[in-house]
């Protein structure tokens, strides 16, 4: 809702060119029939200029605002057998002109590795019990229609969940995700854990999680997340029975999540602290592994 977004998306696309995938929120587009207003066909084109010749992006509806949810790729996204996109069912208050939903990509690094799924979201809106139990029901379908036949993928976005101030609720939505790892938390905290280890990560404290969205009249909170889920040694099954070689997976590079705080070139065009947005990005780096 910020000026000058012409000027700051030009940054971020400039930003964007060091990294080879990205899973955004808020690049919305308002419809009115055959109208459209936004940024999304911009950004298209601009991110083709960096080299990210592949993207999805979540539909547009006939009237409203869609969901705003992007992956590109500078590595070839493959076809689902089935939707992509799942359109939330339960929303509260002003999101009922948002198409709020989870948007899923499989990247294809190289022919000989296993894909990568990727999926990006951007939970209910505004404060409150009731809109934290929206939120965690949000959760509940995208893993229902997104996640659950996978074992290896990353799920992006902001989830309007504070790890810091609202414990309760992060650790019911760890749960309702199933046996992933929030990758940030894992840096802040010193309990990166190697491929096959499966220890908990549910005792340390919540408070140490980076602060993603620097608010200036309420607390700071920590709302952005990349959960990633690989898949234990027990999981995998061998495609060549006689060698029982297990296929590779895509696991964590130790060391490298990190909050993005991508500052913009004019500091007048700032939203927080500098940066192009009132959140802050949250990066990390996978790499295949022999299970």
Known sequence: GADNKGERLEDFA???AGFDILLLQELFVFSFGFFGSGWKGWMIARLK??????HVASPEP????????MIFSKFPLEPFNHTDFI???NWRGREAWTSKGALRAKVKVDPSLPPFVCVVTHLQCDGGPENTQTRIQQISQMKTYLLQKHTNYVVCGDFNICAINEPDAYQEMKSMLG???DVLLEEATNTVR??????????VDLSLRPVTCPNTNKPLESLDYAWLRVPAPSELESKDKKKRKLPAVWDYVAGSAQVEK?????PSWGVREGTLSDHFGVSFKIAAVSA
């Open 262 to 266: 991508l500052p913009v070139s004019n």
């Open 14 to 16: 400039k930003h964007a």
């Open 62 to 69: 006939v009237v409203g605002q869609c969901s705003g949810l």
């Open 87 to 89: 359109k939330f069912y």
């Open 179 to 181: 046996p992933v790892r």
């Open 194 to 203: 190697p491929f096959g280890d499966d220890a908990s990560s549910s005792s």
């Open 49 to 54: 200029q960096e080299g990210f010749q592949y």
